[in-house]
């Protein structure tokens, strides 16, 4: 059963900390690894990882993928309020429409 | 900025019902989706479509789902005959092109069986 698992569930930092969001899958056919930010409640696009070791940056968001160990990171720099929210990992299958979503990271920052 | 909409944001029925939810995807996309999210869950995969039919489905999407896309705008969503288990968070989604996993979500419509 194809498998997607994120770490921690739940993640209260303060503004300004750094923070890391872990992101491991076991698939069949992996194609490509997705990022979400899911606030109140449609998931909004963050990032998509199709090849090892390429760091994919947004301002203060940056992923990377490890296609050999499995597994990819979410970091957020100097962390602000609006940050708050369920990070949502998903993997595409080949050959496959739909996405495998891990069970998300919910992040708190606090003032 | 094009978005996907959904309505109703929140509908209530009673166990046995028929349910139908309603999805206008961004206008050049063509390909569509419904996912859901029981409380506390992941979202899970329903139902991919394309050219007017079902390109992949899940298990869960069992007899009692349908969707449909009526006039060229319109994605629906129908549930025959609700359980309480089918309560949960319904999201549409579209995207331009296949596989690439970069949908644009609705913003989801609650539903409530009873």
């Known amino acids: 059963e194809d498998k997607v698992v994120q770490s921690p569930l739940s993640l209260v930092v303060h503004e300004g900390d750094t923070v890391t969001l872990n992101c491991s899958y076991e698939?069949?056919?992996?194609?490509?690894l997705l990022w979400y930010k899911q606030e109140k409640k449609a998931p909004t696009f963050l990032f998509m990882l199709?090849?090892?070791?390429i760091e994919k940056k947004s301002g203060r968001l940056s992923s990377i993928l490890d296609k050999k160990e499995l597994f990819s990171i979410l970091n957020i720099t100097a962390t602000q309020t609006g940050d708050s929210a369920v990070y949502l990992c998903?993997?595409?299958?080949?050959?496959?429409?739909?996405?495998?979503f891990g069970q998300g990271t919910r992040l708190t920052i606090n003032p | 900025e094009p978005e996907v909409t959904q309505t109703p944001s929140h509908q209530v029925t009673q166990m046995g019902q028929e349910v139908i939810l309603r999805c206008v995807p961004i206008?050049?996309?063509?390909?569509f989706y419904w996912y859901r999210q029981i409380l506390g869950q992941k979202v899970e995969f329903l139902v991919s479509?394309?050219?007017?039919?079902?390109?992949?489905k899940s298990e869960i999407f069992d007899d009692q789902f349908s969707v449909e896309r009526p006039d060229g705008s319109n994605f629906t969503l129908k549930i025959r005959s609700t359980k309480l288990e089918d309560s949960a968070m319904y999201f549409c989604?579209?995207?331009?092109?296949?596989?690439?996993?970069?949908?644009?979500f609705g913003e989801g419509s609650r539903l409530t069986v009873l």
């Open positions: 989604a579209s995207s331009p092109r296949t596989n690439t996993g970069e949908l644009f």
């Open positions: 698939v069949t056919n992996f194609r490509s």
């Open positions: 199709t090849s090892s070791g």
């Open positions: 998903a993997v595409v299958l080949q050959g496959a429409q739909k996405l495998v």
């Open positions: 206008s050049n996309h063509l390909y």
């Open positions: 479509f394309y050219n007017n039919e079902i390109s992949e």
